[in-house]
């Protein structure tokens, strides 16, 4: 819709204030005019009224000509009354085109096969006028069908159209091969029998083996010594709980820090201490007593386990907050 602008007309006055004969004379035609654009505009919001079905077809342009008029109209527009009629307009048009929006989207949507044969009867230049008997007899018969006749060239020019959309022909091809294909023969190849040998049991290495043996009793000698320390430092001083981190914490040896959690995580697991938290949040750790160790099923009770991130960086800051300067546990002779 093209710009719309509102004009203002000013009325000459003298210097008392009080109007001429001319201006009389103006303002006669000035209320003939704005008369003559209101009739105008009436005349329009009638028109798009009564004529609302052909506003609404997707096949004609009722409504932009209506507001095309409108839009000439309004260019003698100066009082407020003939733009209310503009506005009136404008909306009752707005929503005509709302609707015929919505009509459009649905039309896209939809296939009209009626449609489509008469567009194509009218491509392939059926002749309405004649046909080819002119039999009268016939004609309230075929009151119901479109009469007339195809000139002889009619579907070979349908079928040149329609060939411009097709850029090549499908090839033609058998999803398993061909049909009439003979079997092939496959050759049978003989292959030697494997013997079976007698199964043999896998032996580990002796060296292998000691080295582990011996592993596995330092590994129990070490948590047997760090169970020892502990409960060496809680009988000492029952009042007082150990702090897991002073317990485990070397600060001259990251390394020995790692393998002091490692050792400890032995003794949590098989129930010979727990971890529990003080009135600060932080972990403390205390032997479990032996007397107490005979009344509890350590089968049945709950275990909950966690894993520890302990970086360079955090060991370096537990050192400083904690003020650890010598290890609880020594490292072993």
Known sequence: MSSRRSAAT?????????????????????????RQIRQQYWDLIRNVQQNREEMLSSR?????????????IFAGVSRAREAALDAQLLVLASSLGKEKASQLHTDMTVFDPTSFAEDLLSFM????????????????????????????DAWQ????????????TPT??????????????????????????PEEKSVMPAQLKKMEESHQEATEKEVERILGFLQTYFRDDPETPISFFDFVIDPNSFARTVENIFH?????????????????????????????????DKDNQPRYQGVI???????????????????????PV
């Open 60 to 72: 004609t342009d009722k409504l932009t000509e209506a507001l095309e008029e409108a839009n000439k």
């Open 309 to 331: 991130s302990l970086s360079h960086q955090d060991w370096k800051e537990i050192v400083e907050t904690f003020e650890i300067t010598e290890p609880m546990i020594p490292p």
């Open 264 to 296: 400890v995580s032995f003794i949590i697991r098989d129930g010979f201490a727990r971890i529990k938290l003080d009135h600060d949040k932080l972990p403390v750790i205390e032997p479990i007593a032996q007397e107490n160790e005979s009344n509890i």
């Open 172 to 197: 033609f091809h058998y999803m398993l091969g061909s049909f009439k294909t003979e079997p092939v023969v496959r050759q049978r190849i003989e292959r030697q029998k494997r013997c079976n040998k």
């Open 125 to 152: 230049g059926l002749n309405r006028m004649e046909s080819p008997g002119n039999n009268s007899e016939n004609d309230s018969d075929d009151e119901g069908y479109a009469r007339g006749y195809l000139p002889a």
């Open 157 to 168: 020019k349908l079928g040149s159209e329609a060939e411009k959309h097709f850029k090549r």
């Open 10 to 34: 000013s009325e000459p006055e003298d210097p008392d204030g009080n109007m001429n004969a001319g201006d009389y004379a103006s303002t006669d035609g000035d209320d003939l005019s704005r």
